[in-house]
Every structure is written in structure tokens, then in C-alpha cells.
């Protein structure tokens, strides 16, 4: 729904998460700037990403690579030759747009019908109602089915060969028009390279010309040999990175799900040739699972398995999201095959291969992918978190129900009454001076405690320790939950342990 999106980005502007850049000059499209409060959210999600990537696995191991890389590796990855996008104008509106996401907006009308039929049937059927059943048997769900799939297949059939007017033939067929003006008024559709390009040093010609990195992968596989020789890796290892990437999007729409500068949190995953089929169903399901541990409800993922499959991929999938404008991809799982390493070697001229000292013979190894979009991870937390709520009393808050590890804040700590001579703020910033090791911690002591509370609720703290003249003579507090309200009162010396257990994922 495109109002709660608007009401996500208004409500992460407010609240320090998210602003539009430069926004004294009006902005610039498709980029944003991390506020206080997001840079914080930011910073547990790649936390969270890393420990379980890196520190859980012994052999998986991360690296950070520059942006800017030699530009041959541009021309051996493919991106110089095929990292374009479809681009069509309409020719009333002269608004500019992806062919091929014309196409896809269109399909999710079929997927709300089935929908639809899914939740009319739940309806009636109750608990005895089998989804699976369902989808499989209903003519009009597999009607409906069968158009995505027909339009699907075309789509990526022209994609693959680069038909172009094919893809426009597409479009007229299906009676696409102008999300804006209606008009079904197009232009042929044209390629278009996603990659920004400038120059090294000060001479401006083509030969200085280089890119700002579409992908982090490539600085992993230009140096995989690097960590596993300085590594003493064994396949099958990883590599991880996290780190910015630039598409010159032909449309940045939808907030932070689509930027032109964006972060990538990448994992390449190395295998023995013949083995990266069990190696893919294993990282989906590792991923799918990370995702789901983290509580922002199961129902709100799903896969989407790629038939139609770039250039350097064996199989892929997507995971997708329910974010407010519907189900989107969030992170991609692929098996790369041995393409970008070989293309590298070609390339360049030197030997990547890995010596298996068990089988006593080199090769070069296939590859394993996860990629997930670090903003539109931040954006899938917001949109599960954002919630309107009318408390018993019948007052409104808008609280961020964000898993209490990625908060900005853990704790806020809160003295009844700001006066000094009620000893309060300084038992409270004792607490506070002790937490803050453990915690991230916020103090605040402006304005009556309800209202303190709501602006907690609304930057997603999930538990505010609330020192008062109680606190003073027995010298407990109380920890108040952000989602259900409760209020539980415990001695200072056992709240350390109590927030610890109840803050880790
Ligand atoms: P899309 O089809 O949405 O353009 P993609 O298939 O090109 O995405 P990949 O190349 O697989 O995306 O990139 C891996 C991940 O990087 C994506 O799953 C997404 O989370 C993130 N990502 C890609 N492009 C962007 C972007 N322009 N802004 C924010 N995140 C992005």
C-alpha cells in the first residue's frame, strides 16, 4: 500500500532514521542519507549479517575491497557489454521507464488475483483450508498462473537475446499504459549500462576511464587466491564483504528499495566443481532461515525461483519480501559457476586455480552467492516494525517494533523527575554509566514520562529503565516493554543480566 510507504519515509525523517540528501538543495533523487537514529539500525543489521556469516562459520572469512577497480574487470565479469537495463519512454508523459518492470507490475495484478482467490477461499474453508491444495487445483488460480508464467517466460526469452522489439511487442500486447497518464504511447525500447563511469588522474580521455563498482563480488573473486593462500583455506570456504555499490538506475522509485548508491552485504561461497547444486539448496536454506530467526513474521517471505537465468548462473533465487508495495526480492542466492573466475583468468592471464590436496589436482572452483541489499534489509525491518496502535486508555502511538538486537537504542534510561534535588537524575546516570558497556543507551529526562515513552516507542526502544523515589530507598527500577506495555520492577544489581536475556536474538 503506497500510503504506508509514504508514511514510513515521513515517519524515518522525523525520527533522525532517514533523509532525503542534500535536502537544502531540494535533493537528489534516488539518494539518502542515514540519520542519527539509522546509522544506528544500519550498523546491527550488518552486525547481525556478519557475526552469523563470518564469526558462526570457520570457514567463511570477510575482506573489504576498494570501490574502484582495474576496469578490465568490468570487461571479463560482462557487466561492460551486458549490464543494461531495458528502457522505454512514453510519449505523452515523457516520463522514462524499465521496460522490463512495466511488465513485472503488470504480472502482480495476476498474483492479486490469486491472492484474492487464496483469501476468500480461507474465508470459507477455515481451518480446514490446504493452501498447497489449493493452488494446485483451482482453475482460477491456475488460469492466472499460467498467464504469469506465459508472460514470464517471454519476457526472459527477449531479455536473454536482447530482443528489444520484442519486449515492446510485449507491451502493446498486454495493453500496458502509462502508470501516470494512461497512455499507451511508447517508444522503442533501448539499452541502456547501469554502470557509472569517471576518470582516474587528471588526463580525461577513454583510456583513464573507470568504473564505480555495480557489485562487491567482483573484488572477492580478483582476490580469492589472496585469502586462500594467506588463509590456509580449504574448499569449500567463503568470503564475505559488505560494502557500497552504484547502479545509474533508469528509475529509482519506492524510497530506499531502489538507490543509486547503495550497500551490498555479498557472500562468495567456493566449491568443488559438481557440488554447487547441493551447496545452492543449502545457502537458500541457511538464508531463508536467517531471516526467519529474526521475527519479523514467516508469512511476510517467500522464493522466487529464477527460470530464466543471467548469464554467468546456473540456478537462482530470490528471496522476497512482503514489503508495503507488495512481494520483492530482498536477497538473491546464485550459483555463479566457475564464470566470473575463468572469465578473470582469461582476462587477466593468470592462473586461478586451487590445489585440492586431497584429491592432488587443481581447479577452478564453482561459486556459491548470497547478495542481499543492506537498505532494502533496513527497509523490509521498517515496514514489518511500523505500527499504528490505540492503546486501552484510547490514546494513539506509533511505536517501530523492531527486533530488540537491531535497535538503535537498547535501553533508554528515564529519572522520574529532572530536578537534581530529587536525586534522581544522578541515580539514573549512575545506571546509565554502567549499562552503557553493554548497551547502546539513551538518557532522557525532558518532558513527562508518557511522552518520554512515546518517543521511544516511536525510534523503536524496546525497553526503558525508569528510575524513581522508589529506586531511592530499595533501590530497584523498573523495565518497561515496548510492545505488550508490561512493567516489571527489578533490583539494580540483577537488571544487567534481565536486559541481556531479554535483548539478544
Ligand atoms: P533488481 O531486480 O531489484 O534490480 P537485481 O536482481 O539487479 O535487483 P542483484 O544484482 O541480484 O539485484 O543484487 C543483489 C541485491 O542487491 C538485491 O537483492 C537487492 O537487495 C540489492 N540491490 C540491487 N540493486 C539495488 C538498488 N538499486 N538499490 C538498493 N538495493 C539494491
Redesign the pocket.
Known amino acids: 500500500d503506497d500510503n504506508l510507504l509514504k508514511k514510513i519515509t515521513a515517519h524515518a525523517k522525523e525520527y533522525g532514521f532517514i533523509f532525503p540528501s542534500s535536502e537544502i538543495y531540494d535533493g537528489l533523487a534516488a539518494a539518502y542519507d542515514y540519520g542519527q537514529n539509522g546509522v544506528e539500525l544500519k550498523n546491527n543489521i550488518k552486525q547481525y549479517w556478519w557475526k552469523s556469516m563470518v564469526q558462526m562459520h570457520e570457514n567463511i572469512v570477510g575482506i573489504d575491497a576498494s570501490i574502484f577497480m582495474h576496469p578490465t574487470t568490468w570487461k571479463a565479469s560482462g557487466h561492460v557489454d551486458a549490464f543494461n537495463d531495458p528502457l522505454i519512454d512514453n510519449k505523452d508523459s515523457k516520463k522514462r521507464y524499465r521496460a522490463d518492470v512495466l511488465i513485472e507490475e503488470h504480472i502482480a495484478k495476476y498474483e492479486a488475483k490469486i491472492e484474492k482467490e487464496v483469501t476468500k477461499a480461507e474465508k470459507r474453508f477455515g481451518e480446514a483450508f490446504d493452501k498447497v491444495q489449493f493452488l494446485a487445483t483451482n482453475p482460477n488460480v491456475l488460469r492466472n498462473q499460467a498467464k504469469i508464467d506465459e508472460i514470464e517466460n517471454r519476457l526472459g526469452t527477449s531479455l536473454e537475446k536482447g530482443d528489444l522489439a520484442d519486449i515492446k511487442a510485449l507491451i502493446e500486447e498486454l495493453g500496458i499504459a502509462c502508470p501516470i497518464s494512461g497512455s499507451k504511447n511508447w517508444t522503442d525500447v533501448r539499452q541502456f549500462n547501469l554502470m557509472f563511469s569517471t576518470e582516474l588522474g587528471s588526463v580525461a580521455d577513454d583510456s583513464n576511464k573507470i568504473y564505480l563498482r555495480p ?1 562487491t563480488a567482483q573484488g572477492i573473486f580478483v582476490n580469492y587466491l589472496n585469502v586462500q593462500k594467506t588463509g590456509r583455506m580449504k574448499i569449500p570456504f567463503g568470503i564475505a564483504q559488505i560494502g557500497k ?1 552504484f ?1 545509474n ?1 533508469i528509475i ?1 522509485r519506492q524510497f ?5 548508491e ?1 550497500e ?1 552485504m ?1 557472500m562468495q561461497f567456493f566449491v568443488k566443481p559438481g557440488e554447487e547444486m547441493e551447496w545452492y539448496e543449502s545457502w537458500k536454506e541457511k538464508r531463508i532461515n536467517w531471516h526467519k530467526a529474526l521475527g519479523l513474521g514467516e508469512d511476510n517471505y517467500r522464493f522466487h525461483d529464477h527460470i530464466n537465468l543471467a548469464h554467468y548462473a546456473n540456478a537462482a533465487a ?1 528471496i522476497e519480501f512482503r514489503f508495503p508495495m507488495g512481494f ?5 542466492i ?1 550459483s555463479r559457476t566457475d564464470f566470473d573466475l575463468k572469465a578473470h583468468e582469461e582476462h587477466s592471464g593468470k592462473k586461478l586455480q586451487f590445489f585440492d590436496t586431497v584429491e592432488n589436482k587443481s581447479y577452478v572452483p564453482y561459486v556459491i552467492e548470497t ?3 543492506l ?3 533496513f527497509l523490509a525491518v521498517l515496514s514489518a516494525a511500523y505500527t499504528e496502535e490505540t492503546l486501552e486508555d484510547g490514546s494513539e502511538r506509533t511505536v517501530l517494533k523492531i527486533p530488540a538486537a537491531l535497535a538503535p537504542y537498547q535501553v533508554a534510561v528515564l529519572p522520574l523527575l529532572k530536578k537534581e534535588d530529587s536525586g534522581l537524575p544522578q541515580k539514573a546516570r549512575e545506571i546509565m554509566s554502567d549499562l552503557k558497556f553493554d548497551f547502546n543507551c539513551q538518557y532522557d529526562e525532558k518532558d513527562a514520562i508518557g511522552k518520554r515513552y512515546r518517543r521511544q516507542d516511536a525510534i523503536g526502544t524496546p525497553f526503558c529503565v525508569t528510575v524513581d523515589h522508589q529506586t531511592l530507598e530499595d533501590n530497584t527500577v523498573t523495565i518497561r516493554d515496548r510492545d505488550d506495555l508490561s512493567q516489571i520492577r527489578v533490583s539494580v544489581e540483577e537488571l544487567k543480566a534481565k536486559l541481556k536475556e531479554v535483548t539478544s536474538l
Do not use: P
Open positions: 557489485e555499490a547502479r538506475e529509482a530506499i528499495f531502489r538507490m543509486r547503495f551490498q555479498e530470490d520483492k526480492e530482498l536477497e538473491g546464485h547478495s542481499i541489499g537498505d532494502r534489509m
